[in-house]
């Protein structure tokens, strides 16, 4: 408990007085200092008793207003005047008291028998007992920790016994910020501003924490991150002192967990083999999935490529407690998943393996997660050249593959195609019914109602097109090098 103004005036050996303002007697004394300066303000942080023998201070009403208003504005919260036989004053002036009162900050007197050095070691003394009162409880606290902890019980009985000693609320959520587990009378759900640091946490890692008024969150875990820690309430000094060992304690906690997964995830990793299994039928694969418990109508294959074998087993164990019910294993560097199709995978991507090349699978019947996990190990290299994950997308994979393109080359490539046709029709007409053809299938007809023209007007532009470019349309090379011409300019247009 801070030491306070009256708990100083009421020690006898100190001789201490008050000579203005005892209603404000309740304000706590972070320091004491002596100064004569007649301007201090700058030399003081607030909160302290400033000690005087008012030695070059001129006892006049003007000269003490100004003081005390420099004393006030500095934030001192007492101001004490030395008085003695041998000193300028043997009682407290009154332009001094009057202008005290009339800024309502405490004057005391200090009696001519003590030095000033007794009243600062007075209060130093106070504040170094309520230091090592604070570490005693800090101490006691802890060890109930400890031992909630030390029971077996889990997350909740540790977090019960700092509810129970600090009165903040906690709880610990996953790395995706879903609750694993809740104090004593706490929110069972993180409000938004608390969702805000999760996220912000769970983005930096275990050096990372965050801050906000009422609420606090730090990482959970020893060399990646497993959880995380919200605390709601505002922790006060007892309780700062008690976080890191909170920490810890939750850490540990977590990485038993992880280590006690450790044989389900590899029983998983066994069922995804065997489900990646050439010689397995569709029915055995369904089989499979039933006994993983994964019973979505459709799924998906996600592969990643981490930096290492062992980064490779890290990412596979975060995301088997990402995505409830998957299928996960490392093989070597790659990652393989089959996750159903509910899942966002570039979320739970972003949060586990940023940065590294990644594929996406499309969502298929359970009994074709093998061709899904292929399609989405087949979009690797397009990943690495693009730096995201690459999500498998039927209506458009010539353009995953014309967007690894650099824009000056497709540009390029274009050009020299369809340049004669720019340079006859700067309008685009010519070139615009030309894509319209190509990508209905050669249809005239479809074309022409597409762009609101007669079907002869759409044959007299085609015939126009094919005699500029040099390109016969009834010929099948002609017409693909014409459409990848058209699509390599979207793209380029796109990068």
Known sequence: MALLLSDLVGRPELHLSVAACPEHLDRPVVAAHASELVRPGPWLQGGELLMTIGLLLPMEPAACRAYVDDVTAAGAHALALGLGPDLPHQ????????????????????????????????????????????????????????AAAAAGGGLTPTLDAWTAATGVYAQVTDVLGRTVAVGADGPREPDAAGAALLRRVAEGGLRASAVAPGLEVQPLGARRLRGMLLLTGGAGPDARLLISGLVALLSLELERRHLADEPERRRRAELLGRLLDARGTAEQAADVLAGAGLVADAVRGVVVAAAGEEAAREIAADLALAVPGGLVRSRGALVEAVVGSGLDPDAALARFAPGRPAGIGSPMPPTAARASLR?????????????????ARHDRSSALLLDLGAPTALTGYADALLGPLDAADPTG?????????????????????????????????????????GRRLDDGDDRFDLWLALRARRAARRG
């Open 375 to 391: 399609e989405a190990g087949g979009l690797l290299e397009l990943s690495r050249a693009a730096g995201h994950p690459v999500r």
């Open 429 to 469: 007409a010519l070139a615009l019914t030309l894509a319209t053809w190509l990508d209905t299938g050669s249809s005239w007809d479809e074309t022409a109602r597409r762009l609101g023209l007669h079907r002869h007007t759409v044959r007299n532009r085609l015939d126009k097109a094919a005699r500029l470019t």
């Open 91 to 146: 009682r407290a002036p009154e332009p001094l008291v009057t202008a005290a009162r009339e800024a309502g900050l405490p004057l005391l007197t200090v009696g001519a028998r003590v030095p000033f050095i007794a009243v600062t070691k007075a209060v130093f003394a106070a504040q170094a007992a309520e230091q090592r009162a604070a570490v005693e409880r800090a101490f006691e606290t802890q060890r109930r920790l400890t």
